[in-house]
């Protein structure tokens, strides 16, 4: 796969892995990669790369990948490799079939945070103008759907507020949730050179994560809270900072509406608040909430950075209000060193939200029910489009088993592996009458599937993907698409089949649309993009070189919006047939399901997922290192090797989901965030047992 020799020339454009969205050169002979080498130039990495941007693209040409249409009648048929030509139209018969059967919004799409700006725009285009509703949801809606619900509430955008580089200005680095070093190493390691130069550092995360201690690095508090329990910490570190009087109170003044930030006040200073009340529930010593407040408030410059550890739970979104709130009381946000910054797992998720992906919002975050906004976009589509918000991704599923939603177009997403309680999914695909899936290879979810369009790698195509920094940056083809087709393209061809037409002839002209319909984009073109090399939204009349920081002297939505957050607990509880939570994370060498690195020479580091147990637990149980165990939860049972450690806490076990045989989404059940759905893949009930074999 990869190529030895002298490299002719190189193409820049960026990785297609984690939400830093490192620069690279893709340095090429003829047709083949010979090297990506990270971009000096970069303005998200510098220079700097980890070892899945840096190593980890043999999969764009592994033997796995699919290359030829196929189409089938049942799934229990074989598949027939058909043209392009043929599988589009087979593909359009049977939704409009499905449609003529069971009403227009029995069919909808599902795309990824893995496709470029371009392909997503067109995804939610299709299903809007050609199959007439507003069922389209994009795999944010597991991760990030939180962020985008919460960042809205409170500060009236859903996104970051700061560059990366912004960290080094810090004086305190809160992490809640989130594990830099391992899910965004490239960040991680910018954070710890500004950690080296002095900062102050909490870790707010039930695991000992490498930041808590490693080389030269050691966290001043380590908040290790039960999970579930986010909220009642958020509120204790509240109830310090309003009732020892360290609110700025100067910019909560100026900047924040009065009413709702005396609402807030008033709730965070009861004393059900305070850290002595939530410390049992917490499992975090009132002492170190305390201090950790006092840091927070009084240490200069402090910045929040969080992960999926805030927003799978089910009080998600009321965690990253939470984490808005303190911003704001502390008048932490709006200028470098500061601000609340949400790690985005994957290349595009910032990007995916902003394209008008999700089932209630249009692009540029404007609800369905915007009349202007909607006669914006039909007088550009020339359709009139629905102000009704469609089905989100397990609304679909419901549905699905209801025999009402029959049809699913999903581009570069396996949902049968990534969303939660697999059983329930797969028995949602299998209800369906048409499955379409579009991906690089024949993933879980194909095996449902009736059409498989073969994807293209983000070698072999043009777009963006947008960066956790709400950086626009370009995604250029340094090889002609293996099966003859960019993505966007397929799309085309599908929406034009259903009856919609569309005849863009780069992906370019689909920027230059979005660019015209979303104000925080009126600037944004590929000529600019290449010039600069990159710009971070909103880049507009108002800010034509783009907007490093956001919320300098307002909020978007004007004054800052403070929420009243009550913790409440999650119902999935221990009980002595399930007496320990199970949580999940990532893994510096492998991305997601894995489906792209296990299929290069990354999977030799981490060949399986196993569960990280504590000692104690582990005696109790009779369990050595290595041994297989069996983990049975309310939704399911799987079986992997034990790993002792006591990063774990006691009653706490943890593992990873990057290999589908380890099943850990046979477990995590239905619960998800109140506002959004978002799974709550971080807290799940299980019973651990030694077993003999799988
Ligand atoms: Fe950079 Fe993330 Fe790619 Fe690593 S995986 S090279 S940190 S974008």
């Not at 200005?169 to 710890?192: C, L, R, Y």
């Not at 991906?439 to 983000?458: C, I, M, Q, R, Y």
Request: glycine share 8%.
């Amino acid at each position: 796969i990869i190529q030895h020799g002298q490299p002719e020339h190189s193409v820049i454009t960026t990785c297609a892995y984690c939400g830093v969205g490192c620069s690279f050169k893709a340095e090429m002979k003829g047709n083949q990669v010979v090297n990506m080498t990270p971009n000096k130039d970069g303005h998200a990495n510098h220079g700097h790369s980890c070892v899945k941007g840096r190593f980890a693209w043999g999969y764009a040409t592994h033997k796995d990948r699919i290359t030829t249409p196929m189409i089938r009648d049942n799934i229990s048929d074989p598949w027939k490799e058909v043209s392009w030509e043929e599988a589009v139209a087979y593909a359009a018969k049977r939704f409009k079939e499905i449609q003529a059967k069971y009403g227009k919004d029995s069919v909808g799409g599902i795309t990824s945070s893995r496709c470029t700006n371009e392909e997503t725009y067109l995804v939610q285009k299709l299903v809007r103008a050609a199959f007439g509703n507003n069922n389209v949801d994009t795999c944010a809606r597991v991760c990030h759907s939180p962020t985008g619900y919460g960042l809205k509430q409170t500060l009236g955008e859903s996104a970051g507020t700061q560059t990366f580089d912004s960290v080094m200005e810090a004086d305190v680095i809160m992490v809640i949730g989130a594990n830099p070093t391992d899910g965004h190493p490239v960040f991680g390691s910018q954070m710890k050179r500004r950690l080296r130069e002095g900062a102050k550092l909490i870790v707010v995360d039930p695991r000992r994560i490498d930041l808590v201690k490693s080389p030269h690095i050691k966290a001043d508090y380590h908040l290790k809270l039960r999970p579930g329990t986010n909220v009642a910490v958020a509120n204790a570190l509240a109830h310090v900072i309003v009732t020892e009087g360290l609110v700025n109170e100067a910019f909560v003044a100026e900047r924040c509406e009065p009413k709702e930030f005396e609402a807030w006040r008033e709730f965070v200073a009861r004393a059900e608040n305070s850290p002595e009340e939530l410390e049992a529930a917490s499992g975090v010593p009132a002492k170190q909430l305390r201090e950790a407040a006092r840091l927070y408030a009084t240490g200069g410059n402090a910045a929040i950075y969080y992960g999926l550890g805030v927003t799978e739970h089910s009080q998600g979104s009321t965690m990253v209000l939470a984490i808005a709130n303190l911003a704001m009381a502390t008048g932490n946000i709006g200028r470098q060193g500061v601000g609340v910054n949400p790690l985005r797992g994957q290349n595009n998720v910032q990007g995916s939200c902003d394209m008008g992906s999700f089932p209630h919002e249009l692009p540029g975050y404007r609800h369905v029910s915007d009349n202007t906004a909607r006669t914006l976009f039909e007088s550009a589509w020339g359709v009139s489009l629905s102000n009704e918000p469609g089905l989100r991704i397990p609304n679909m599923f419901e549905a699905a088993l209801d025999g009402t939603y029959k049809g699913l177009y999903v581009e570069g997403e396996d949902i049968a592996q990534s969303d939660p309680n697999t059983q329930h999914v797969t028995s949602a695909l299998e209800a369906m009458e048409c499955v379409v899936v579009q991906d690089l290879f024949l993933n879980e979810t194909a095996k449902f599937a009736h059409v498989f369009f073969p994807g293209s790698s983000f070698l072999e195509k043009n777009g963006t993907f947008t960066n956790a920094e709400r950086r626009i940056s370009p995604v250029r083809k340094v090889m002609p698409p293996l099966a003859g087709k960019e993505d966007w393209e397929v799309t085309q061809m599908l929406s034009n089949a259903l009856g919609y037409p569309m005849n863009y002839s780069h992906p370019s002209e689909i920027m230059d649309e979005i660019a015209r319909l979303t104000p925080t984009f009126h600037g944004v073109s590929y000529d600019k993009i290449d010039a600069m090399g990159s710009v971070q939204w909103p880049c507009n009349e108002d800010a034509p070189d783009g907007t490093p920081i956001m919320h300098i002297e307002q909020f978007v939505r004007g004054k800052g919006k403070f929420f009243v957050t009550r913790y409440i607990p999650t119902d999935e509880k221990v009980t002595p047939k399930f007496p320990l939570i199970l949580t999940t994370g990532r893994i510096l060498s492998h991305y997601n399901v894995g489906a792209q690195t296990r299929r290069t020479n990354n999977s030799a580091w981490h060949p399986e997922d196993v569960l990280e147990i504590h000692p104690h637990d582990a005696e109790d149980r009779g369990i050595s290192d290595g041994d297989w165990v069996g983990i049975q939860s309310r939704a399911g049972e799987t079986v992997l090797h034990a790993k002792i450690t006591d990063r774990m806490q006691p009653g706490v076990v943890y593992t990873t989901f990057h290999h589908p045989f380890s099943g850990a989404n046979v477990i995590t059940t239905d619960n998800s965030d109140w506002a959004t759905n978002c799974p709550e893949y971080k807290v799940t009930a299980v019973q651990v047992m030694k077993v003999t074999q799988p």
